[in-house]
């Protein structure tokens, strides 16, 4: 993340709404996730979760520069970064989901 303070946010408060929003990414995803894959024989193949993950991962950078975050200030790190954030939560979540068998 960068240090710069000319935007709308302090370096901290970028740190904190860019990871925020992927971990809230990341458990919108699962959520869909489960319901993409509800009723499959073997949801946790299915390659529709990981269409969902990756749509999750594609639409944050467009909605933090609606936000007010500089996306020219973003380099590789942050872009693996937001990527990695929402990967993770996803896992996580979506693992969960399965294991208890939670349907919506």
């Keep these: 993340m960068a240090t710069d303070n000319s935007g709308r946010f302090s370096s901290h408060m970028r740190g904190v709404v860019v990871t925020s929003f992927a971990c809230s990414m990341g458990l919108v995803a699962a959520v869909a996730s489960s319901v993409v894959t509800a009723g499959l024989d073997a949801p946790a193949t299915s390659s529709q979760a ?20 500089d996306m020219d200030e973003f380099s590789a790190k942050d872009y693996l970064y937001v990527a990695f954030m929402t990967f993770a ?4 979540s979506w693992g ?9």
Excluded at 89 to 92: K, P
Excluded at 96 to 104: A, D, K, Q, V
């Design 50 to 69: 990981l269409y969902v993950l990756v749509g999750a991962v594609l639409v944050q950078f467009p909605v933090l520069s609606v936000i007010g975050i």
């Design 96 to 104: 969960i989901l399965l294991t208890t068998g939670s349907t919506f």
């Design 89 to 92: 939560l996803w896992f996580i």
